[in-house]
């Protein structure tokens, strides 16, 4: 069973089409939930990092939340410059190792 | 900004090769990763490091080995090439475990293809 699950695995909108991202994550103890960019045949680029719940950050379009199960990446009025697969990573509180579970991705694309 | 560096955009290797994919990094950071990426597996990881010299198995390290002589430079060996190991492989980089903002920071990968 996947520790980190994205949905959707894709999502089509049309420019100026709000819409949200989900990542829901099942460790037992959260240090960490990270969202990442990647765009067609690049290495994912950081977004933001979200420690408690309750926790919001934004950047242009962009808006990332946290709760205790799940972390939404909400986008206002896309572009078609917002195409890309957006990625999600946990990292476990226990344990002692920091290293991040990456969820699937979701792929998104804007029509103009 | 940091800048992680990998050797090849695109390799094409045969059945049986030794392979060597290089990282480096610019940030003095602590620890490196070798990811691969598949379409619908998402990153899994192969092997990661913390220090010089030290090295830890991931999720999925059969048939791969690494090497860090120097803390900039992480590399992932393909001891025999197989076409199962037909893959995106993305190298990253972090800060020390405990610091403030664990972000790991990306090459641009290597398109790897076994023939």
């Known amino acids: 069973e996947d520790q980190v699950t994205q949905s959707p695995e894709a999502l089509r909108l049309q420019e100026g089409e709000s819409s949200s991202l989900n990542c829901s994550y099942t460790?037992?103890?959260?240090?960490?939930l990270f969202w990442y960019r990647q765009d067609p045949g690049k290495g994912p680029e950081f977004l933001f990092t979200?420690?408690?719940a309750g926790e919001e950050k934004e950047k242009e379009r962009l808006k990332a939340t946290l709760t205790k199960k799940e972390s939404f990446l909400h986008i206002t009025a896309p572009k078609p410059e917002d195409s890309a697969t957006y990625l999600c990573?946990?990292?476990?509180?226990?344990?002692?190792?920091?290293?991040?579970?990456f969820g699937r991705g979701t792929s998104l694309i804007v029509h103009p | 900004d940091v800048k992680v560096t990998q050797s090849s955009r695109y390799l094409v290797k045969r059945t049986g090769e030794k392979v060597f994919l290089e990282c480096v990094q610019d940030?003095?950071?602590?620890?490196m990763f070798w990811y691969r990426q598949d379409p619908g597996l998402g990153l899994r990881l192969i092997y990661f490091?913390?220090?010089?010299?030290?090295?830890e198995k991931g999720d999925i390290p059969e048939g791969y080995s690494v090497s860090r002589e120097k803390k900039e430079r992480f590399s992932l060996i393909l001891e025999s090439a197989s076409t199962n190991q037909t893959s995106m492989y993305l190298c990253?980089?972090?800060?020390?475990?405990?610091?403030?903002?664990?972000?790991?920071?990306f090459g641009s990968g290597t398109q790897l293809s076994v023939l």
């Open positions: 490091s913390y220090d010089v010299k030290m090295k």
């Open positions: 460790v037992s103890g959260l240090r960490g």
């Open positions: 979200l420690y408690s």
């Open positions: 940030m003095d950071h602590e620890n």
């Open positions: 990573a946990v990292q476990e509180a226990s344990g002692g190792s920091y290293i991040p579970t």
């Open positions: 990253a980089s972090s800060q020390i475990q405990g610091a403030t903002n664990e972000k790991l920071f």
